[in-house]
T-cell receptor
């Protein structure tokens, strides 16, 4: 039983196309994230949702639109794909903890979606 | 602004040798620090974390890290490397009451027989 699952695992597409990546978690977490890992392995947060509400949007182009139909799902839709969008995209989830414990005590990551834009 | 710097994008050790992966942080407030490991074709797994309390933290697979405020460091160590430790290791920092992790650029650990 995969805790955080994302599909597809691999996505190869042409420039200009629109594509979606789906993510689901069965851990009962209320916060979900999208991270982008570039070719140099650098990980950067893109979005964070808490209880279906957008919390973090890190200067990501408008072509990227996350959608959270419920707490267990956070999908990523990308319009007009560009070459520079090629990367590995990781979905993650956690409990949102404010106060002393802080947030992001433990993130659970999906296995990633390798996006290649040709 | 918070940040982490991982010194050395590649580290190679022999099986049984000491593993030392370096991480320095920058934070104007008390940081929460993490080490994550990424095995090939997999997502990240949490190795260990420091929030408050004891500065030497022990994680999974025999790894440990020590928070040194005076040196702004959080280096990851393991006394004896195994072949299965070969992976990419990420240091990360988050700040009290935020929902954001900031990752370093990663260190690739290779273990030779």
């Amino acid at each position: 039983d995969t805790a955080v699952s994302q599909t597809p695992k691999y996505l190869v597409t042409q420039m200009g196309n629109d594509k979606s990546i789906k993510c689901e978690q069965n851990l009962g977490h209320d916060t979900m994230y999208w991270y982008k890992q570039d070719s140099k392995k650098f990980l950067k947060i893109m979005f964070s949702y808490n209880n279906k509400e957008l919390i973090i949007n890190e200067t990501v182009p408008n072509r990227f639109s996350p959608k959270s139909p419920d707490k267990a799902h956070l999908n990523l839709h990308i319009n007009s794909l560009e070459l520079g969008d090629s990367a590995v995209y990781f979905c993650a989830s956690s409990h949102y903890l404010g106060g002393v414990e802080g947030a992001n005590e433990k993130l659970f990551f999906g296995s990633g979606t390798q996006l290649s834009v040709l | 602004a918070q940040s982490v710097t991982q010194l050395g994008s590649h580290v190679s050790v022999s099986e049984g040798a000491l593993v030392l992966l370096r991480c320095n942080y920058s934070s104007s407030v008390p940081p929460y620090l993490f080490w994550y490991v990424q095995y090939p074709n997999q997502g990240l797994q949490l190795l260990l974390k420091y929030t408050t309390g004891a500065t030497l933290v022990k994680g999974i697979n025999g790894f440990e890290a020590e928070f040194k405020k005076s040196e702004t460091s959080f280096h990851l160590t393991k006394p004896s490397a195994h072949m299965s430790d070969a992976a990419e290791y990420f240091c990360a920092v988050t700040v009290y009451n935020t929902d954001k992790l900031i990752f370093g650029t990663g260190t690739r650990l290779q273990v030779f027989p």
